[in-house]
């Protein structure tokens, strides 16, 4: 009997350009909705769009954020139904949209994300990911309803964030890798179609690096279509796995032993240089992932990083304990491994 089923959640109106800021209201008639939304952002994205925002609803209240934490998406919770918000806007960077989307699932509601930064694929997809205490919380949440990406916004954010945004992107080659792995030695339910679509983004990303460049608007272009691409992979998976592997593991391990020293894109991206060897060995494509991050201006050492050599083997040694996420880490790599990897690749 045949009794496969599958739910795929993905954003229905996505605008994308110069601009497009100005159309978020449009966006939203077309979706529908009922009731006057909550805008949810922080200070300087407030600043920056806030009453261009404003200026297109009737009705509109407002949250702003410090930081992404589970009081934020309590404060917007209560404010969302003192309102009786009908829907969240997000607007600003991971932060606002981590909070909204977690927020938007507790009150039955859907959310709109208008990033002002270009940093991860988070904007897109429907996991957010709040820390507590030493630890993150990466939760299933649907994604947004409507993503309106202003590009000449995105250019304006700083260039690290771009370059972090890139990294994110390039380090889909290894998450795709861990997820075949996965299915071949753990029956991990796999998807053809969001592994190929997931790896072509990070592939057509490589290929454009030369015009990614600080200043020019079509940057942001190029980052956003490959982050929302990203997003629509790990929608038709159902998981984050076609963009999050061992790369990532590494990365959620150096938030907890080294917290806020780089950008999420930045440590995934070393990650994945680092992963990459594990994958294919000395003579295998670690390279050209660390000529794709260097391109675009993205780190590739430790030291880059901001980070000592020390807490980069610690991270990498114990990266596996995290979740239960198989990958080519498997049961661990050993400390003399680990250190051997990160000489030969140059991270440290
Ligand atoms: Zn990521």
């Known amino acids: 009997m045949f009794d496969k089923s599958t739910w795929i959640k993905l954003p229905r109106n996505v605008l994308q350009g110069h601009g497009v800021l100005d159309d978020l209201a449009d966006a939203v008639a077309d979706l529908y909705l009922s009731g006057d939304p ?12 806030g009453d261009r925002v404003r200026a297109q609803f009737d009705n509109v209240a407002t949250v702003s954020l410090d930081r992404a934490s589970f009081e934020s998406v309590e404060r917007v919770v209560e404010v969302g139904r003192e309102h009786d918000a009908g829907y969240l806007i997000a607007l600003g960077g991971g932060k606002p949209i981590d909070v909204a989307k977690m927020a938007s699932d507790e009150l039955n509601c859907g959310f709109v994300s208008v990033p002002t930064a270009a940093s991860h694929d988070g904007i897109v997809s429907g996991r957010s990911s709040i820390p507590e205490g030493d630890t993150r919380h990466s939760v299933a949440a649907d994604p947004p309803l409507a993503v309106v990406a202003d590009t000449e916004l995105l250019a304006e ?13 390039i380090s889909n080659y290894t998450a795709v890798k ?9 029956n991990v339910e796999y998807s053809e179609y969001a592994g190929a679509l997931s790896q072509m983004t990070a592939e057509m990303l490589v290929q454009s690096a030369d015009s990614i460049k600080p200043g020019l608007e079509e940057s ?3 980052v956003t279509k490959a982050l929302v691409s990203s997003g629509v992979a790990m929608s038709i998976a159902g998981s984050s ?4 592997g061992a790369e990532h593991l590494f990365s959620h391990q150096l ?3 080294a917290p806020n020293r780089a950008l999420h894109g930045h440590q995934v991206g070393v990650g994945s240089i680092l992963t990459e060897y594990f994958h294919s060995g000395p003579r295998g494509e670690w390279q050209d992932i660390r000529d794709a991050l260097s391109t675009v201006g993205a780190p590739t050492t430790a030291n880059e990083l901001g980070i000592d050599d020390e807490t980069v083997i610690d991270a990498l040694t114990t990266a ?13 790599v050993s400390e003399d491994a680990a250190i051997e990897a990160a000489t030969i690749t140059g991270v440290i």
């Open 38 to 49: 909550l805008l949810v952002t922080s200070p300087s994205p407030e600043r920056i769009a």
């Open 157 to 169: 954010s700083p260039w690290e964030l771009t370059t972090a945004g890139c990294a994110d992107i």
């Open 178 to 186: 861990d997820w075949e792995l996965a299915h071949r030695l753990k």
């Open 220 to 222: 942001a272009w190029i």
């Open 241 to 244: 796995r076609p963009a999050s």
């Open 255 to 257: 938030d907890r032993i």
């Open 320 to 332: 596996h304990e995290i979740r239960d996420r198989y990958t080519i880490l498997g049961d661990g």
